[in-house]
């Protein structure tokens, strides 16, 4: 009988008692043999098995001390077995939870916009400071930013400080927290960065020759399409036409400070509208609002004007020391510093070239910006195409705002150049 048939008698239990023995014997032994090998015991104990002469009388097992000595080195080969496996286990651990608290937040940090990231380490301008002091100078006159305190946190999530860098007597200073989690930010104070209203200026959806007065232009077009107001008072903007602009400047209070729009009459080149503006002394902040699009010149579909309101500021306000790549975006930001490195750089604002290179930098930077438009939902503006057309044509401004009080805004809106005026309260 072979030891297979055996076997199988064992399992169905039809062995005699004896036989029986034997088999468990033979299994024992056979497990405790495999168990030394899967730990890798050393040859010398093999050949001490192979010395051991006497058999359990009962077991049928060989037995000696030198035997005894080979159970006692399979139980401390046991031993060692489990702490090495014990200690890789524990290094592997340790090894997984500082991967998990060191290198895979700053790994996640690579997939999502990170404001923190240093573009240029000569200044320590981080990426978010550098974006905010051009989209805000492009896009929100009143709520220009220049700096921006990082915190991160790993896995794409930052916490942010943006402050509130310059302001004037008697304003509020309105610092901003918020936090970026994954490419999506929020903003404890939503209002501080929205953008112009596209209705800011009158010059809103106007249809004809952009090179005539609005005022006739707005006339011919409301009386075409029957839009004059019962009251006969005419405009599609945030003004409402010169007799509205009259009726809320008298309304103003006295001595206080307005956030103030102005449309122009007729749209000007540069030159014409820094010729208007050697006597300025009233206004604060002024920002430009620059033409970029004309649909009779594109042979677009629609014929009204599209007032994108994006422009640049004509004051050198107060700026960090910040640096960027300088070759691509010559003149991106133009005050960067004390007063004396502007003279020393020669920035001239009156120069047109100048100032059409600024715009024209701060347009193509913003192009390139994909995540950071995306953050700040304004990825569907034509920045590249902006450029494009101030490249080709010049700056061409359509309105301008500024900081000011009742009796400068009555004494602007007084000029022919001036077409209406809408104001808010400065807070």
């Known amino acids: 009988m072979t030891y297979r048939e055996i076997l199988q008698l064992y399992k169905k239990g039809q062995l005699d008692e004896k036989k029986r023995m034997e088999v468990e014997q033979d299994i024992e032994k056979q497990d405790a043999i495999s168990e030394y090998l899967f ?22 097992m060989k037995t000696s001390a030198k035997g005894e000595d080979f159970t006692k080195e399979i139980q401390k080969s046991i031993r060692k077995a489990f702490l090495h496996m014990g200690i890789a286990v524990g290094i592997t651990v340790l090894a997984i939870v500082a991967f998990c608290a060191f290198a ?10 990170d404001p923190g990231k240093i573009v240029d380490a000569a200044t320590g301008t981080n990426q978010m400071s550098l974006d905010m002091e051009v989209y805000t100078e492009l896009n929100m006159p009143f709520s220009r930013r220049d700096y921006v305190d990082v915190e991160g946190s790993g896995f794409g999530n930052y916490d942010i400080y943006i402050p509130q860098t310059w302001s004037y007597s ?14 999506k ?11 112009l209203s596209g209705n800011a200026f009158d010059w809103f959806q106007v249809e004809g020759d952009l090179t005539r007065p609005i005022g006739e232009l707005i006339a011919e077009q409301d009386e075409k399409n029957n839009f004059i107001d019962p009251d006969g008072k005419i405009g599609h903007g945030f003004a409402g036409g010169p007799e509205r602009s009259r009726e809320n400047i008298n309304n103003l209070k006295e001595g206080r400070l307005y956030k103030t729009y102005f449309t122009l009459n007729r749209m000007m080149s540069y030159e014409e509208f820094m010729k208007l503006m050697e006597d300025n002394q009233g206004l604060s902040e002024i920002w430009c609002a620059v033409k970029t699009n004309d649909p009779k010149a594109s042979g677009q579909d629609y014929t009204y004007f599209q007032t994108d309101n994006i422009g640049f500021n004509l004051n050198m306000s107060c700026s960090h020391n910040m640096g960027w790549d ?16 502007v003279y020393e750089d020669g920035v001239d604002m009156i120069d047109p070239d100048v100032m059409k290179t600024h715009v024209v930098s701060m347009l193509r930077y913003m192009e390139e910006q994909d995540e950071f438009c995306r953050m700040m939902d304004v990825q569907d503006k034509a920045y590249g195409k902006a450029a ?40």
């Open 170 to 183: 008697g304003a509020e200073w309105h610092n901003v927290v918020g936090n970026i989690k994954k490419n």
């Open 104 to 113: 895979l937040p700053e790994i996640v940090d690579r997939f999502y916009y």
């Open 185 to 195: 930010v929020t903003f404890y104070d939503a209002n501080v960065f929205c953008g």
């Open 39 to 60: 730990e890798n015991a050393s040859d010398d104990i093999w050949d001490e098995i192979a010395d051991s002469p006497e058999v359990d009388g009962n077991t049928g």
């Open 388 to 427: 494009d057309f101030i490249e080709k044509n010049g700056l061409t401004i359509y309105g301008f705002t500024a900081v000011t009080d009742k009796n400068e805004i009555s004494k602007w809106f007084e000029k022919d150049e001036i077409y209406s005026a809408a104001m808010e309260e400065y807070y």
């Open 326 to 341: 300088k070759e691509t975006y010559p003149k991106l930001v133009l005050w960067n510093g004390t007063e004396e490195e």
